[in-house]
């Protein structure tokens, strides 16, 4: 039997109360993976960001381990570039939204508001966010660096 996500969500709540862990307690994933979820970038394929120029969706047929997260990718030459040098096409902070990280803190990040600067790629929460993090992406880079990893504890 399933449980609704609500009731899953309060069960979990309660056990971590009972075990003597609160939610501000327990450090966030190094991988932002979404409530419930083990999919890093929501199900969309990081190196197609490089190769096709645009948020393409991965597919369960052709799916990764990797730092905790289950990664997904739209071919197998995709799965395999991912697996030679994962580091070259995951998103940085963990595919957090960077603006967030910039300011000292994680939020989700949408994979349709992505950046390629330098080389790497940046996921924003929103297209406003986005819009904010394009007037002073080296700045935001930075600030986010400085940050990353510290905003996970």
Do not use: H
């Not at 940046?122 to 993090?133: E, F, G, H, K, T």
Request: with cysteine.
């Amino acid at each position: 039997m399933l449980m609704n996500p609500i009731r899953l969500s309060l069960l979990l709540l309660f056990a971590m109360l009972f075990l003597g862990v609160s939610p501000a307690m327990a450090a966030k994933a190094q991988i932002y993976t979404g409530f419930l979820s083990s999919q890093a970038v929501d199900g969309y394929d990081p190196v197609a960001y490089f190769t096709e120029g645009r948020p393409v969706e991965g597919s369960a047929k052709f799916e990764t381990e990797y730092q905790g997260a289950t990664w997904r990718f739209a071919s197998q030459e995709n799965l395999a570039r991912f697996r030679a040098d994962p580091e070259s096409y995951a998103p940085r902070y963990g595919g957090y939204c960077a603006w967030a990280v910039s300011q000292g803190y994680t939020a989700k990040a949408d994979p349709k508001y992505w950046r390629i600067v330098g080389g790497k790629l940046y996921l924003n929460y929103d297209a406003s966010v986005q819009r904010r993090w394009a007037q002073d992406i080296p700045g935001f880079i930075r600030g986010a660096d400085g940050n990353w990893p510290k905003v996970l504890e």
